[in-house]
């Protein structure tokens, strides 16, 4: 009889949950648990969680509740809650919810097996502890029956923890500080991806492009075996099989001249950057907390294209922060339109416990209406935008590193080209398989993706000069 126990993990949030997801999986094969694609069939259920905005805390104490038919339903069946709601709310969650065996915090996640074991002995316990040490990054070597959903991609932490303390933004509560991990054991682990097969690798952090920064400013760089970002990058993109190398999300503040330089030169590096603004008001930008101005962001915007013509950016925007007129959102729309912005993900301003933003003696002076309505006109002058740019890439070629089945459905297959964009290909759904790289033509733009056709199908008379893409915008 086999008595192997298995776990589903249900993930909230950003790249970085996701990411310490795919740790979780890791471990617990580790330890001798299978991953199941039903919560069902699982003996174990976690949940990741994301605090950013309050929906998502909300969201978990309403999954909570909903699940304690699920543990009680069979006998042995174990629940745990981390992430970064975890990390806030700490034993509390276990006060709250009976049902609820074991919670942990961000900077746990190695101790997640043996918490689990411990559960089904009966015994509940929370561990939120924070730690600077580097043991929170030592985890095991991919385990032989780990399978991830983009077997050609994976991210790859190289930092965690924010020193920055915006004042919207909980993350240096549930992350902590600025910790930096140790070059060659990133360096390594890259390697070790590449021999797997993956392709592309997105380096993560909270403030990714401050990797190494204390150090380097400390001068004892060398005594902690960390570089500067773009050191970092170079190392990278010398690394046999990693042909594209992602970095998500920087803070303005860190792009330094040799970091916008490395966009012109290192061939791995995606020309495609990931660049939260948040606002376009600088009275907004100072109230946030954001240390630089509309025109310092302008600024970089301009290096960077400098650097690489054709590179794509995205951002990070809030509508309705404390105090927000129309003529602050007049600004963000503004500068919106002057950078030309590919993409963006935008949301409405949630008030965290904890951040000054909270207290500030007009955090409610946005009515909730207006911020949705504010947030509308945002995202379609974005359709707009992203719509005109997959236009002015009809007639061009590109690379796609295939995903999988396309969400269109059909035989069609997709993946995202080096400027992160999605491409579906049609008819391609038996030629191709994840992992694999084909070059394409750019035939038709949709509002959220390209449609391309394999080189090898296009239209003879397609146009073969690299032409540079036009930009909207700065």
Avoid at 295 to 309: D, N, T, Y
Avoid at 373 to 391: I, P
């Amino acid at each position: 009889m086999n008595t192997q126990r298995s776990f589903f993990i249900r993930t909230y949030g950003c790249q970085m949950n996701t990411h310490d997801s795919q740790k979780l999986a890791n471990l617990l094969h580790h330890a001798g648990y299978r991953a199941t694609d039903a919560e069902g069939d699982a003996d174990l259920l976690i949940i990741n969680t994301c605090s950013i905005r309050d929906k998502a805390e909300h969201h978990l104490y309403s999954d909570l509740g909903l699940l304690r038919g699920w543990r009680d339903e069979v006998p042995g069946r174990v629940l745990g809650v981390g992430g970064c709601v975890a990390q806030h709310v700490g034993d509390r969650l276990l006060a709250r919810f009976s049902h609820l065996d074991f919670v942990f915090g961000t900077h746990n996640l190695r101790h997640v097996p043996a918490m689990a074991a411990g559960a089904v002995d009966g015994r509940r316990a929370a561990d939120t502890s924070e730690t600077t040490s580097l043991e929170r990054f030592d985890l095991p070597a991919r385990h032989a029956g780990y399978a991830t959903e983009t077997p050609a991609r994976a991210f790859l932490t190289v930092m965690e923890g924010c020193d920055m303390f915006c004042s919207f933004c909980i993350v240096p509560q549930t992350r902590g500080r600025e910790i930096s991990r140790p070059a060659a054991d990133i360096l390594t682990e890259a390697k070790d991806l590449a021999a797997a097969g993956v392709r592309e690798v997105t380096l993560l952090g909270q403030t990714v492009n401050a990797y190494g920064r204390h150090d380097v400013r400390r001068g004892n760089a060398a005594a902690k075996g960390t570089l500067g970002f773009a050191e970092l990058l170079a190392h990278l993109d010398a690394i046999p099989g990693i042909e594209r190398v992602r970095y998500t999300s920087p803070h303005p503040r860190f792009f330094e001249p040799d970091l916008i330089g490395a966009h012109g030169t290192l061939g791995s590096l995606c020309p495609h950057v990931h660049l939260p603004l948040q606002s376009g008001s600088d009275r907004m930008l100072g109230a946030m907390r954001r240390r630089y101005t509309r025109a310092e962001f302008f600024g970089i915007v301009e290096q960077l294209r400098a650097a690489r013509p054709d590179i794509a950016i995205t951002t990070d925007l809030i509508v309705g922060f404390p105090g927000e007129t129309e003529a602050d959102f007049l600004e963000t729309l503004s500068a919106v339109e002057t950078v030309g912005f590919v993409d963006h993900y935008s949301f409405k301003y949630s008030p965290r416990p904890g951040t000054a933003a909270a207290v500030l003696p007009d955090s409610d002076s946005v009515p909730g209406e207006v911020a949705q309505e504010r947030l509308e006109r945002l995202q379609e002058l974005q359709r707009t935008l992203t719509l005109a740019y997959h236009r002015a890439r009809v007639g061009h070629p590109t690379e796609v590193l295939i995903e999988g089945p396309s969400r269109r459905g059909g035989d069609q297959i997709c993946g995202r080209d080096p400027f992160h964009r999605v491409v579906n290909i049609d008819g391609s759904a038996e030629r191709l398989a994840p992992g694999d790289v084909v070059a394409v033509e750019v035939v038709e733009a949709t509002p959220h993706s390209l449609i391309g056709a394999p080189e090898s199908t296009a239209a003879s008379e397609r146009a073969t000069s690299s032409v540079v893409l036009g930009q909207v915008g700065l």
